[in-house]
């Protein structure tokens, strides 16, 4: 068998001669870098928040997250910041105008 740096040429089994296109891998390496990197403690979403809603609400949420291509706690959250961003700070629900 002759093995050259890449092992990009072994004899085969039959007195052929093998080529191969890529070099030798390890699958089985594992490394401290690999997989997701870690999330900050202050940024895991860790508290569960219980929210009741009627079986129309479940659905419509449902929908409308798979249509947005989203998951409905996705959805819930961005919705809640957006009204809460929205709402004006004196309690109104309208939106002050900014000043020229």
């Known amino acids: 068998m002759r093995i ?3 092992n990009a040429l ?5 007195g052929g001669v093998q ?3 890529t070099p030798m891998v390890n699958v089985y ?5 690999m997989g997701r990197p870690r999330i900050a403690h202050h940024d895991r979403r860790s508290k569960l928040f219980p929210l009741r809603l009627s079986p129309r609400e479940t659905a419509y949420f449902s929908r409308k ?11 819930l959250r961005n919705g809640g910041m957006l009204y809460i ?4 700070k004196d309690g109104s629900h309208n939106r002050k105008e ?3």
């Open 29 to 33: 390496t594992f490394t401290d870098d």
């Open 4 to 6: 050259t740096r890449s």
């Open 65 to 75: 997250a798979r249509d947005l291509g989203e998951s409905v706690a996705s959805v």
């Open 10 to 14: 072994s004899k085969g089994g039959q």
């Open 19 to 21: 080529y191969s296109l």
């Open 98 to 100: 900014k000043k020229q």
């Open 85 to 88: 961003k929205m709402r004006g």
